[in-house]
């Protein structure tokens, strides 16, 4: 028996969450084969099978925690086709034989009463199925949730109490009195009484928060109990930039094999911004400031677990198709959970888009140790005066938080001037003016 244990995940990270079990127990899985998903306070990590075999018993259930080296599943290598095996092997080593669904030791183990799966147990519970009626077939003698639908299907309708009598004395209960009566010998619970009666629904889930939720809220909280947090707002004329996109959309996707974005511009635009004003693009350390002369941009994508910020390393060298490649991979593998942890550290400046969920406005909340973030909003078109005339134009307000310990808001204010700037005018971007 080969023992699934947690893989050292990170520097400085002890425990992981079980987010979710690929395989189920009595699976077989070839050598590579992902077998569970575990998820950290960066990042979601695999664990594969190390051989061919069995997926034998899960310890660590979906949303439990686990450190570091703990045991989390026993897998049994095997060729396919022969059994798992919980006990031990055959004389001389041999494999054990292989299992029948029908022999009575696939049903009772010797132990006695059959072990019951979590999800099993609660089918039974909520279908109110005894575990007398149900025939296990799981590995083991496991009772599945597929058993216990199979005798919930078989399993016969209780006659009404007042039916008996009626039939007794020869006299047949009109359908209009037998009806009431079955649904009220039915119910099992007063809350769904409470459902049938038309009441409202007040139950409660409880879950446990995950490692990523767990940290963004840690984070969060500890940027605005450390740092002192202004916002600034501008709003940015978005007609150029579009106009530029629509004209060589089709060109640079043929070219590059990927869409050409706002992103990308923004970044660049970004970038120029935190070259004119260092202080955006720097961190507190101490009683230190660091200055940093490298710009690793942090890019926020709504992934499959919450969102993330992946990290687009020295943007200043990257070229538009890039950075729009490099976004579509991160987004792509934010969606599948397979962002490592490195591919979310080290980042000097953000970008939040939070128009693609319709956001209109916002302030955005700094990502500590960074001393500022720049949130995107919807376009929408608006009246505007400009060379003294009212024209629709497609607009977007745009908000710059800073940690102002170290940014001067006539700094934060330039520096989002400089944005609206170089997107109003992006052939700025090319001419590095």
Known sequence: MTEIVVPAVGESISEVQ????????????SAGTDLVDLETEKASVQVSAPVDGYLVKILKPNDQFATVGEVIAEFQPS??????????????GSPAPTASVSAPAATAPAEGSPRVMPSAKRMMEDQNVPLNEVTATGPGGRVLKEDVARAASSAPVPASPIAKPAATSG????????????????????SN?????????????????SMIRRTIATRLVQAQHNAALLTTFNEIDMQPVMQL????RDAFNEKHGVKLGFMSFFAKA????????????AE???????????????????GGKGLVVPVLRNVERMSFADIERTIAEYATRAMANKLMPEDLEGGTFTISNGGIYGSLLSTPIVNPPQSGILGLHAIQERPIALNGQVVIRPMMYVALTYDHRIIDGREAVSF???????????SRLFLEI
């Open 171 to 190: 006299t047949l209960e009109p359908a209009s009195r037998l009806v009431p009566t079955a649904i009220a010998t039915t119910t099992v619970s007063p």
């Open 79 to 92: 060729a396919k086709g022969a059994a798992a095996s919980t006990g031990a092997t055959g004389p001389a």
């Open 416 to 426: 989002l001037k400089t944005i609206k700037e170089v997107i109003e005018d992006p």
């Open 270 to 281: 970004a970038c120029e911004a935190l070259k004119r004003y260092p202080s955006v693009n």
């Open 245 to 248: 996109r629509n004209k060589y």
């Open 193 to 209: 009484m409470g459902l049938q009666q038309g009441t409202p629904n007040r139950s409660e889930e409880i879950k446990p928060m």
């Open 18 to 29: 079980i987010s979710q079990w690929l395989k189920k127990e009595g699976d077989w899985v």
């Open 284 to 302: 507190v350390r101490g009683n230190n400031v660091v200055y940093r002369h490298y710009y690793d941009i942090g890019i926020a994508i709504g």
